[in-house]
């Protein structure tokens, strides 16, 4: 399945060039930008794990571009995005949010259905390991 | 023309009979408006050889304490403080024969958070008053001390996003149709679809309910099987604005109860339910942790003519007060009236924490929001996915985009219609925050964005030469009419 | 890695397609505003004839290279990290700062923010400190030049467990690695730059300018004194001029003598004892003329001129007297 959280999903997946250039958007409107990464991409699931702490005060992409390379050396299997945190008045919460890694190969979600009184049927997404994984 | 019209003092003023309004001290052009009043600011229309300072009084009048005649009660009263005053009366420029109209209210004439208290005084009874050919409420300040007696949004377009987990990008929408006839098992299928297909939302439509061929529970149910089957297919959340208007409050709390216990994360309902209704399910909303969709079926029987009625810009700074989450407030290019800077005026106090008078866009004060949450503004009817860069560039980023026809008309099926837009629309915001000119390039863009997505190839084929570039009728009176730049 | 090279616009970054067949020398260096900014450089700074010339040469070089780039006789980028050597005071940080305009210019750094450094700002005190803190500094040099200020610092040579070989070996990898985002400047005294080079030739076969910042001289200082105190709308009499030649002479044989910074805070010790001396009669009628002029007595109360041996004339106990 291919996970379609994040602003870009529905293209091919950006290059380092395209990130590049997403993230120099974030630091050219004063946003400190975020690296997390997750091997339970579940809708709900809202804590990614940090690659550190938020960058503040950066001039130059470049050095976003670091630290995502260091991330997918150590992470390169899990989920990884890239955030940008505007902490200005009334907003103060993340204003942009992308993928930048995908494991080779994705899980998928499966729904799983609690029939109730009255037609009511309680759902539950519950993550399973890729398809093709299996032999 | 705003002299002063010699107010009549002491006994004098209340002596039995019939007297001018303008000399019972509803015209005080030398009056400073309080930082705590309320004023509201008409187009007034007075009937031929009617001098319009003499209308403006009877509107101030009429919308406070006067009746039509000297009533010795008043002196029961601190009645100089429930005036209303006029204080003052311009031309309208390039209408002749029209005058605006400033009115200041005193802050205790009203019951604080109570749109229906608001509007009975302002626009109450004096809509049928006969000295005027026509009257228009075209804006309102409300004091920050007023504000804060509102909840305002329930949820606010902050928290919706990062509920939603969608940042950085308009969300999108499609309009299930045909909007009647659709069993429940079938119009769930158009549910799936489009949110498979990548959008956000699908929602219901104004007249949507529980009619013979689709009660609401049956309606509820198969929505959340599509939504659900969709949030499992994408990994991404989703919503449908189950629409919970109905013939009374208990019925709608039912369908809103109904709703959350099915784990939808929106409920929706139209704006002819009535201020108090809206308030009620506002506060519902709020201790539900909801969003909360309004339609504003019916708005265009009032706010459309520019000479009699309500501006639209009342209805969304009231909307916003009284606490809904979305709110349709015009696309430009669409197929529903919509002039670019009016529009932009809208989509100002939908979003704004603060604005500045604006003449151009029709905003006619300063409003401070005090900290309300933001309302997200809706663009909804005759849009397309060709017209993405447009309207980025016209509604910005903060607005729910709603591909009704453009979804389900699509000629590869409606998840492809859904694709199509969603594609669209990434591919436009990479674009943007590259920093490229996308409002002229923006044909090539989506061409290009084509090339890898072959639904999105055949919406622009088949809507390419799709717009609906008609003269607006509410413009606003500081700048000469301009059509969208189609 | 990223086609961004050319951050600012100038007509230097014109496509790459098919190359120019002539170049109009003077419209490109108006374009990269290398004209306007060495013209900065010669007003802002008093004398430093030799380092002038040696910016101007630079700045000729880079303006070449990246011509030549774009008529495609060179493709790598070329390693731009300096060293600037000389003694405290002599213009280094005002000349990075002009040194990364000209870069920004021609589109050899993309943002040309200065971020100035030193040991403390690099090195942790404890281990698994010093990388994440080098790279922070990195990350927020990126697109702009680092300014290492006394980089021998860096270097312990007594104790081969010194954090700061754990921050030399991160800014050599960048160095080498990532020529396009950062250019380096390393700083300090000139003999133990010398011999931090000589014990770390890593840093000196990546370093392609150098720039040495010589003392001013006398006549310069005194400049200097005159320019400093215009700008503050101060200005010397005749007698006060010849004291502070007499000033600039004895504190120069003292010791922490640092050229321009010792001349900044004369005038500004100057100042103070002028404005004690004013407010010590409050009966007179001031006139403009008084506000402005400092007076001899106001440079002769300075304890530069008291016997006191060699040694206690350094900057922090100067600051009464």
């Given at each position: 399945?291919?996970?379609?959280?994040?602003?870009?999903s529905?293209?091919?997946?950006?290059?380092d060039?395209?990130?590049y250039?997403?993230?120099?958007?974030?630091l050219?409107?004063?946003?400190a930008?975020?690296?997390?990464?997750?091997?339970?991409?579940?809708?709900?699931n809202?804590?990614?794990?940090?690659?550190?702490?938020?960058m503040?005060?950066?001039?130059?992409?470049?050095?976003v571009?670091?630290?995502?390379?260091?991330?997918?050396?150590?992470?390169?299997?899990?989920?990884?995005?890239?955030?940008g945190?505007?902490?200005?008045h009334?907003w103060?919460?993340?204003?942009?949010s992308?993928?930048?890694?995908r494991p080779?190969?994705e899980?998928?979600?499966?729904?799983?259905?609690?029939?109730?009184?009255?037609?009511?049927?309680?759902?539950?997404?519950?993550?399973?390991?890729?398809?093709?994984?299996?032999? | 023309?705003?002299?002063?019209?010699?107010?009549?003092r002491?006994?004098?003023?209340?002596?039995?009979?019939?007297?001018?309004?303008?000399?019972?001290?509803?015209?005080?052009?030398d009056?400073?408006?309080?930082?705590?009043?309320?004023?509201?600011?008409?187009r007034?229309?007075?009937?031929?050889?009617?001098?319009?300072?003499?209308a403006?009084?009877?509107?101030?009048?009429?919308?406070?304490?006067a009746?039509?005649?000297?009533?010795w009660?008043?002196?029961?009263t601190?009645?100089?403080?429930y005036?209303a005053?006029?204080?003052?009366?311009?031309?309208?420029?390039?209408?002749?024969?029209?005058?605006?109209?400033?009115?200041?209210?005193?802050?205790d004439?009203f019951?604080?958070?109570?749109?229906s208290?608001?509007?009975?005084?302002?626009?109450?009874?004096?809509?049928g008053?006969?000295p005027?050919?026509?009257?228009?409420?075209?804006?309102?300040?409300?004091?920050?001390a007023?504000?804060?007696?509102?909840?305002?949004?329930a949820?606010?377009i902050?928290?919706?996003?990062?509920?939603?987990?969608?940042f950085?990008?308009?969300?999108l929408?499609?309009?299930i149709?045909p909007?009647?006839?659709?069993?429940?098992?079938n119009?769930?299928?158009?549910?799936?679809?489009?949110?498979?297909?990548?959008l956000?939302?699908?929602?219901?439509d104004?007249?949507?309910?529980s009619?013979?061929?689709m009660?609401?529970?049956?309606?509820?149910l198969y929505?959340?099987?599509a939504?659900?089957?969709a949030q499992?297919?994408?990994?991404?959340?989703?919503?449908?604005?189950?629409?919970?208007?109905?013939?009374?409050?208990?019925?709608?709390?039912?369908?809103?109860?109904?709703?959350?216990e099915l784990g939808?994360?929106?409920?929706?309902?139209?704006?002819?339910?009535?201020?108090?209704a809206i308030?009620?399910?506002?506060?519902?909303?709020?201790?539900?942790?909801?969003?909360?969709?309004?339609?504003?079926?019916?708005?265009?029987?009032?706010t459309?003519?520019?000479?009699?009625?309500?501006?639209?810009?009342?209805?969304?700074k009231?909307m916003r007060l009284?606490?809904v989450?979305?709110?349709?407030?015009?696309?430009?290019?669409?197929?529903?009236?919509?002039?670019?800077?009016t529009?932009?005026?809208?989509?100002?106090?939908?979003r704004?924490?603060?604005?500045p008078?604006?003449?151009?866009?029709g905003i006619?004060?300063?409003?401070?929001?005090?900290?309300?949450?933001?309302?997200?503004?809706?663009?909804?009817?005759?849009?397309?996915?060709?017209?993405?860069?447009?309207?980025?560039?016209?509604?910005?980023?903060?607005?729910?985009l709603?591909f009704?026809?453009?979804?389900?008309?699509?000629p590869m099926?409606?998840?492809?219609?859904?694709?199509?837009n969603?594609?669209?629309?990434?591919?436009m915001?990479?674009?943007?925050?590259?920093?490229?000119?996308?409002?002229?390039?923006?044909?090539?863009?989506?061409?290009?964005?084509a090339?890898?997505?072959?639904?999105?190839?055949a919406?622009?084929?088949?809507?390419?030469d799709?717009?609906?570039n008609?003269?607006?009728?509410?413009?606003?009176?500081?700048?000469?009419?301009?059509?969208?730049?189609v | 890695?990223l086609?961004?090279?050319c951050?600012n616009?100038?007509?230097?970054?014109?496509?790459?397609?098919?190359p120019p067949?002539?170049?109009?020398l003077?419209k490109?260096?108006?374009?990269?505003?290398?004209?306007?900014?060495?013209?900065?450089?010669?007003?802002?700074?008093i004398?430093?004839?030799?380092?002038?010339?040696r910016?101007?040469?630079?700045a000729?070089?880079?303006?070449i290279?990246?011509?030549?780039?774009?008529?495609?006789?060179?493709?790598?980028?070329?390693t731009l990290?300096?060293?600037?050597t000389g003694?405290?005071?002599?213009?280094?940080?005002?000349v990075?700062?002009?040194?990364a305009?000209i870069?920004?210019?021609l589109?050899?750094?993309?943002r040309g923010?200065?971020?100035?450094?030193?040991?403390?700002?690099l090195v942790?005190?404890?281990?698994?400190?010093?990388?994440?803190?080098t790279?922070?500094?990195l990350?927020?040099?990126?697109?702009?030049?680092?300014?290492?200020?006394?980089a021998?610092?860096?270097?312990?040579?007594d104790?081969?467990?010194?954090y700061?070989?754990?921050a030399?070996?991160?800014?050599?990898?960048?160095?080498?690695?990532?020529?396009?985002d950062l250019?380096?400047?390393?700083?300090?005294?000139?003999?133990?730059?010398?011999?931090?080079f000589?014990?770390?030739?890593?840093f000196?076969?990546?370093?392609?300018h150098?720039?040495?910042?010589?003392?001013?001289?006398?006549?310069?200082?005194?400049?200097?004194?005159?320019?400093m105190?215009?700008?503050?709308?101060?200005?010397?009499?005749?007698?006060?001029r010849e004291?502070?030649?007499n000033?600039?002479?004895l504190?120069?044989?003292q010791?922490?003598f640092?050229?321009?910074?010792?001349?900044?805070n004369?005038?500004?010790?100057?100042r103070?004892?002028?404005?004690?001396?004013?407010?010590?009669?409050?009966?007179?009628?001031l006139?403009?003329?008084?506000?402005?002029?400092?007076?001899?007595?106001?440079?002769?109360?300075?304890?530069?001129?008291?016997a006191?041996?060699?040694?206690?004339?350094r900057e922090?106990s100067?600051r009464?007297?």
């Amino acid at each position: 399945m291919r996970l379609t959280q994040g602003c870009f999903s529905f293209l091919p997946d950006l290059t380092d060039d395209q990130i590049y250039k997403q993230v120099q958007y974030c630091l050219a409107n004063g946003w400190a930008v975020n690296i997390e990464f997750t091997d339970d991409p579940h809708p709900r699931n809202t804590y990614w794990e940090m690659w550190g702490l938020p960058m503040f005060d950066l001039s130059d992409a470049a050095g976003v571009m670091m630290e995502l390379a260091e991330c997918r050396r150590v992470y390169g299997d899990r989920y990884i995005r890239i955030s940008g945190f505007d902490s200005s008045h009334g907003w103060e919460s993340v204003r942009i949010s992308f993928l930048v890694n995908r494991p080779a190969q994705e899980p998928y979600f499966a729904l799983e259905r609690q029939e109730v009184a009255g037609r009511v049927v309680r759902y539950a997404t519950r993550l399973c390991p890729s398809r093709e994984a299996t032999p | 023309m705003n002299a002063h019209a010699g107010t009549l003092r002491g006994k004098e003023r209340y002596r039995s009979g019939v007297m001018e309004y303008k000399r019972m001290g509803y015209w005080e052009p030398d009056y400073v408006p309080k930082d705590t009043d309320v004023i509201a600011m008409f187009r007034v229309t007075p009937q031929d050889g009617v001098d319009p300072i003499e209308a403006s009084a009877a509107v101030a009048g009429e919308s406070s304490t006067a009746t039509w005649t000297v009533v010795w009660t008043d002196r029961l009263t601190a009645a100089e403080k429930y005036r209303a005053k006029c204080y003052r009366v311009d031309e309208v420029p390039g209408a002749p024969g029209q005058y605006f109209a400033y009115i200041a209210y005193d802050l205790d004439l009203f019951e604080p958070g109570s749109i229906s208290n608001l509007s009975a005084s302002i626009i109450g009874n004096v809509f049928g008053f006969k000295p005027l050919k026509a009257r228009r409420l075209e804006d309102m300040r409300f004091p920050v001390a007023y504000v804060k007696t509102f909840q305002g949004p329930a949820t606010g377009i902050v928290v919706e996003r990062e509920r939603l987990d969608k940042f950085g990008r308009p969300l999108l929408g499609a309009t299930i149709k045909p909007k009647l006839g659709l069993s429940g098992r079938n119009y769930g299928r158009v549910v799936y679809e489009a949110l498979k297909g990548g959008l956000d939302f699908t929602k219901d439509d104004e007249n949507i309910n529980s009619q013979p061929f689709m009660h609401w529970r049956d309606r509820f149910l198969y929505c959340m099987e599509a939504v659900n089957r969709a949030q499992a297919a994408s990994g991404e959340i989703k919503g449908t604005y189950l629409n919970v208007t109905a013939a009374t409050m208990e019925d709608m709390y039912e369908r809103a109860e109904f709703a959350r216990e099915l784990g939808s994360v929106v409920v929706m309902i139209d704006l002819v339910i009535g201020y108090t209704a809206i308030q009620s399910m506002a506060k519902w909303a709020r201790r539900n942790d909801m969003i909360l969709h309004l339609h504003r079926a019916g708005h265009s029987t009032y706010t459309r003519q520019k000479s009699h009625g309500v501006s639209f810009r009342i209805i969304a700074k009231w909307m916003r007060l009284a606490g809904v989450d979305h709110i349709h407030a015009g696309t430009v290019v669409g197929k529903l009236e919509g002039d670019p800077n009016t529009t932009r005026g809208y989509y100002d106090i939908c979003r704004e924490d603060f604005n500045p008078m604006k003449l151009e866009h029709g905003i006619f004060f300063d409003q401070s929001w005090a900290s309300l949450n933001k309302l997200m503004p809706v663009a909804s009817g005759g849009i397309h996915a060709g017209q993405m860069h447009q309207l980025l560039d016209l509604l910005g980023e903060d607005v729910v985009l709603q591909f009704g026809g453009g979804t389900i008309g699509h000629p590869m099926g409606i998840a492809a219609g859904a694709t199509a837009n969603r594609v669209a629309l990434e591919a436009m915001i990479l674009a943007r925050n590259e920093g490229r000119d996308y409002l002229h390039e923006g044909p090539e863009i989506l061409a290009k964005a084509a090339a890898n997505c072959t639904p999105l190839k055949a919406a622009l084929e088949v809507w390419k030469d799709v717009s609906f570039n008609y003269q607006s009728t509410d413009t606003p009176d500081f700048v000469p009419t301009a059509l969208a730049a189609v | 890695m990223l086609d961004l090279q050319c951050a600012n616009n100038s007509s230097l970054c014109g496509g790459a397609a098919s190359p120019p067949s002539g170049f109009d020398l003077r419209k490109e260096a108006e374009a990269a505003g290398i004209t306007e900014t060495l013209r900065e450089l010669e007003h802002e700074l008093i004398g430093l004839k030799p380092v002038k010339s040696r910016v101007r040469q630079i700045a000729s070089l880079l303006l070449i290279e990246r011509i030549r780039q774009r008529a495609g006789l060179v493709s790598s980028p070329p390693t731009l990290h300096m060293s600037f050597t000389g003694n405290p005071g002599t213009g280094k940080t005002t000349v990075a700062l002009r040194m990364a305009k000209i870069l920004h210019g021609l589109g050899f750094v993309r943002r040309g923010q200065v971020i100035s450094v030193t040991r403390d700002d690099l090195v942790g005190q404890y281990i698994g400190h010093t990388a994440p803190k080098t790279k922070e500094i990195l990350k927020k040099a990126m697109g702009g030049v680092l300014f290492i200020d006394e980089a021998y610092y860096l270097h312990r040579p007594d104790n081969e467990r010194d954090y700061g070989q754990e921050a030399i070996e991160i800014l050599l990898q960048v160095m080498e690695n990532q020529r396009e985002d950062l250019v380096v400047i390393l700083a300090g005294y000139g003999e133990r730059m010398t011999n931090f080079f000589a014990s770390n030739p890593g840093f000196r076969s990546r370093i392609a300018h150098h720039i040495e910042f010589p003392d001013y001289s006398e006549a310069e200082l005194l400049l200097i004194s005159e320019l400093m105190l215009k700008e503050r709308g101060y200005s010397f009499s005749a007698a006060a001029r010849e004291a502070f030649v007499n000033y600039i002479a004895l504190r120069m044989t003292q010791p922490f003598f640092s050229n321009a910074r010792s001349i900044r805070n004369a005038v500004d010790r100057i100042r103070l004892r002028q404005a004690d001396r004013l407010v010590s009669d409050l009966d007179r009628m001031l006139e403009i003329k008084d506000l402005e002029t400092i007076d001899s007595s106001d440079v002769l109360a300075s304890r530069v001129f008291s016997a006191s041996p060699p040694g206690e004339g350094r900057e922090p106990s100067e600051r009464t007297s």
